[in-house]
């Protein structure tokens, strides 16, 4: 019997890139003993040898930012230049552990009764399980894997099925770094086997992103395994338009905020939340820009909208935008299939959306920017709050005292003002309700999966 394969699908015009085999039952295992020898070894190695290592791996993706968007573009759509923003954020994060790195792990002293020494210190614990999504195929790696090298524990990466060109391309990066086979791990597999993996005793915890279904799935096993798990999931997140906005302002911040990588981000600005006296300004403005939008080849340093990253998810964006309007919403622009070769949908908006509305309520992981109405800030903040997601928020205000005021109210992971969610490498990333657990990114992402370990000496 043949071995199944990873193929990989241009999106923008329906051509087979390439086929990557996936490991049977052998070969996972060969992978995991090669891990079980890479942690024996790589938990051992000096503070100063994964620093320079981290740092060579920035290095690299600074390097390769152009070969590195290019896969990116082709297997999974996002624009050109958009996939070179991507290594650029996923350089600072490697560097900022690179750079911390010993005062991260610098033992913390503390003055307790009857001892003569006592510290807090960190230790490795294993291998640590990323099931990674492919609307950033190399940040999501990146977030999850620079921060546990770091800490000497060693990598288990299963990415999206559709981006294993990315994957391969990612791990040749680690290992030309010195993070070498058995340290940095891609396993080509399907989900079906991520139950045993976390139940491999070298695993220590996972680490996913990607929808709620799948992150009920993992913590569910790694509860059963008494194993930690970090989650970052859905989004609906809000951006809300105070009455003193600058509407211009307001409208670029929306349209960045809201289309970017063709609105297939978990931290995108799905609900628009405008003030009444704000409305009629912000949406004709909104509806002008995104009519504007420039849709192409994702190769194009023109383009501002690809492909969807595939055509069943560019179907089911099609079904949610005609319940939407069936349950009462506006279409303003958009809303259609484009009509060739390829996962192709229009950037839409909608309004008259409001709590009910499968545009207001569920996550709309695409082009699709929904306007709702609020009487006041105080009504507004009640909208934002309305929902089973708690990922991002963003106010924008010219009046920056009030507008931190109402951002400091939604029930968020991470509020924004005057700016879309965005990552930074020195500031924690993730949410709270079906959002999610954990945080990745800045010292935060650090010793998610590392024994924090007290050593006492009595007197």
């Known amino acids: 019997m043949s071995r199944k394969t990873l193929t990989a699908v241009n999106p923008a015009n329906d051509q087979v890139l390439g086929e990557h085999e996936m490991l049977d039952d052998a070969g996972l295992a060969d992978k995991m003993n090669q891990a079980r020898e890479g942690y024996a070894e790589f938990r051992h190695l000096p503070v100063a040898d994964r620093q320079r290592r981290l740092t060579a791996l920035a290095d690299l993706i600074d390097q390769h930012q152009r070969e590195m968007a290019e896969i990116i573009a082709h297997e999974m759509g996002k624009p050109f230049h958009q996939g070179i923003a991507e290594t650029q954020i996923s350089s600072a994060i490697v560097r900022f552990y690179a750079d911390n790195l010993e005062s991260l792990l610098k033992p913390q002293p503390r003055q307790v009764e009857g001892a003569q020494k006592a510290e807090i210190v960190h230790d490795p614990m294993g291998a640590v399980l990323g099931v990674m999504p492919w ?34 391309y990612i791990t040749k990066l680690f290992h030309d770094a010195g993070f070498k086979e058995g340290t940095f791990t891609w396993l080509p597999i399907g989900s079906d086997k991520v139950e045993g993996i976390i139940h491999d005793p070298l695993v220590c915890g996972v680490t996913l992103t990607g929808s709620e279904d799948a992150g009920r799935a993992v913590a569910k096993i790694a509860g059963e395994a008494i194993k930690p798990s970090v989650l970052e ?152 709050n309305n929902c089973r997601y708690g990922l991002g928020g963003t106010v924008v205000g010219q009046d920056v005292k009030r507008a931190e005021q109402v951002a400091r109210r939604l029930e968020v992971g991470m509020s924004f003002v005057n700016r879309p969610t965005t990552p930074f490498a020195e500031l924690p990333f993730g949410g709270v309700k079906e959002s999610g657990y954990g945080r990745e990114q800045s010292e935060y992402g650090f010793g998610a999966f590392l024994n924090v370990r007290t050593v006492y000496i009595a007197e």
């Open 135 to 168: 609307n950033y195929p190399l940040y999501q790696v990146v977030r999850f894997a620079a921060p546990n090298l770091a800490g000497g524990n060693v990598c288990l990466l299963k990415h999206a099925s559709n981006v294993p060109g990315c994957a391969k």
């Open 233 to 384: 999931l859905g989004g609906i997140d809000p951006l809300i338009v105070l009455d003193d906005a600058d509407v211009d302002k307001a409208v670029e911040l929306a349209v960045n905020g809201r289309f970017d990588n063709t609105g297939q981000s978990c931290a995108a600005s799905k609900r628009l939340i405008v003030e009444r006296p704000m409305l009629e300004r912000f949406t004709e403005k909104l509806i002008d820009r995104v009519q504007k939008m420039r849709i192409g080849d994702p190769m194009d340093g023109d383009t501002e909208i690809g492909p969807m990253s595939r055509k069943d998810l560019r179907d089911d964006l099609h079904d949610q935008v005609q319940r939407a309007i069936k349950h009462g919403a506006q279409l303003e622009t958009g809303g259609e299939v484009l009509d060739r070769p390829g996962a192709w949908y229009a950037p839409t908006v909608l309004t008259n959306v409001a709590p009910g509305n499968p545009a207001f309520d569920e996550e709309l992981f695409g082009p699709v920017a929904s306007v709702i109405v609020a009487d006041d800030a105080e009504h507004a903040i009640e909208l934002a």
